[in-house]
């Protein structure tokens, strides 16, 4: 059974993850988006299983203690985390699985599963990315300011992926993931792990 | 300056390198096809340096003598192989180029040009193989075994790849090469070599 591959999406605040994801799920329906498991309370309209897996403190706290989680982080008194059993049931059925997360929570995964494929959103330049950061709201100079200088920390970590992709054009970058998940899938090690499998299966049979 | 990617192109005898490699150039018209120099005689319509470079035997030895060729072997009297120069213009011009090769000339190239991006082109079953090496000519069937012998033994060398490409059909074979080569263009290490390069040049003006 040949398995999926998790592909996790990260880069710089600003850089357009969300939108690149969304736009990506969109173009390839076979591709599974990783839900996130959270102890905020549901929104209208939004759905268990689909939007998020909705937790109490205690059901994540416990989650952690198993070590259930590929990553968690607490933002503003909630918990957010990656469950692991979703990931690997989904890879298990042979389907690929993407995550969009931010750069620190990337890192995190990719001490527990480093197997995974990691990609890098680069702004085409950093007056672009300035632009997308200021773009978003009415924040004054201090706060983009602010924001900026993370964002250029965060460009730095671009080293612990695999994958570096422009974000030039949503159109591009997406045919740039989904050329690499296809490579990926050609990758020499993966082919002979599968025909070993192969084998065993049928000295099994 | 992008410079761009040699790929390598090769698998077992009978796979279908030759249709693989002239759809994609078909498909891709911006890849360059690696020419090869060769000492036998020009046949009807072949141009130099489009067909092949035409060499005389006391050229080609030279070229051999002052490490001009990448790889070279000798077939039925006549010289053949593959001009380094022509190789490393075309990748300093931005253009990737495809050099088509049987799986001991990859070897050779391999070990002068391991930066390339060997891609190993696998047969969807030794089944199919033998099919596809039957099917070529009137050949008796000692001849047929001898060649899939050898081609079964070729098959081993797929360690040596990067990539395993299933051949079970042509559109899909050159779409899964021309992924393999956007991604390529996409790894982290190549995109902070041409940014280190940018910086360099930027600093220099």
Known sequence: MKKGLLIVLSGPSGVGKGTVCSELRHKQSDLVYSVSATTRAPRTGEIDGINYFFKTREQFQEMIAN???????????????????????????????????????ALKVKEKFPQGVFIFLVPPSLDVLKQRITGRGTENADIIDHRMTVAVEEMNLIHYYDYAVVNDQIDAACHRIQSIIVAEHCRRDRFIEELEEVKEASEKA
């Open 67 to 105: 070590d259930a989680l590929l990553e968690h982080a607490e933002y503003v008194g909630n918990y957010y985390g990656t469950p692991r059993d979703f990931v690997e049931r989904t890879l298990e059925s042979g389907k690929d699985i993407i995550l969009e997360i931010e750069v620190q929570g």
